[in-house]
């Protein structure tokens, strides 16, 4: 990655602190209240995970001690993995949509003018500033996930499946506490 021009880099991570950026909204898929409720899970957690996969790209741009470039790249890694798991749930059933987001469009709106400001102020901080604003960010992206997580694995009939997602969960919960407590390292 020596090699890739300043362009590639800011382009990659601008699409990356865009990811809060939602779809316009879709007609929901199926039948039920539940499968309505899974999908919709399913598809924002799909989002986010593939959102949060690549925040290590912020590495090559800026500079933050060890102990955050660890756990940035640790959410990385776990979020490739979930965004992974939630692909191969659709491909093997095709009542799973990843693409059913139904959000309202003051939602969408605000949703996008979050990520803008983010942007702005992820790529214009640096040091102290930049890990708690990158700190902070991650705290709301996997809290965020946690829940979608939880409440898609309540709302999964499929028995693997639903323990698939509290997995996720979980590992987004540790995630989120390991963020926390390295917010609370910083502020001391």
């Known amino acids: 990655m020596k090699g890739l021009p300043l362009f590639t880099v800011?382009?990659?991570v601008a699409c990356v602190l865009s990811g809060c950026q939602s779809?316009?909204?879709r007609p929901p898929a199926g039948s039920g209240a539940g499968q309505s409720i899974r999908n919709n899970c399913y598809s924002l957690l799909h989002q986010l995970l593939n959102d949060e996969k690549n925040?290590?790209?912020?590495l090559l741009i800026k500079r933050e001690e060890a102990d955050v470039k660890v756990l940035v790249k640790k959410i990385a890694t776990t979020a490739g993995a979930g965004a992974a798991l939630l692909e191969e749930f659709a491909r093997k059933d095709p009542s799973i949509r990843l693409d059913d987001f139904r959000l309202p469009r003051g939602e969408v709106?605000?949703?996008e003018a979050i990520a803008s400001t983010k942007k702005k102020?992820?790529?214009?901080q640096t040091g102290d500033k930049f890990e708690l604003s990158l700190l902070l960010t991650?705290?709301?992206?996997?809290?965020y996930g946690w829940h979608l997580a939880k409440v898609a694995s309540e709302n999964e009939p499929q028995a693997?499946?639903?323990?698939?997602?509290?997995?996720?969960?979980?590992?987004?919960?540790?995630l989120y506490h390991e963020v926390i407590a390295l917010?609370?390292?910083?502020?001391?």
Do not use: C
């Not at 925040?55 to 912020?58: G, K, R």
């Not at 917010?183 to 001391?188: A, D, H, M, N, W």
């Open 10 to 12: 800011m382009v990659s």
């Open 183 to 188: 917010l609370f390292s910083r502020t001391k």
């Open 55 to 58: 925040v290590n790209l912020l």
């Open 160 to 174: 693997d499946r639903a323990r698939a997602l509290a997995g996720v969960a979980r590992d987004l919960e540790g």
């Open 23 to 25: 779809p316009p909204s």
């Open 138 to 143: 991650q705290a709301q992206a996997l809290s």
């Open 121 to 124: 102020e992820l790529l214009g």
């Open 109 to 111: 709106a605000t949703r």
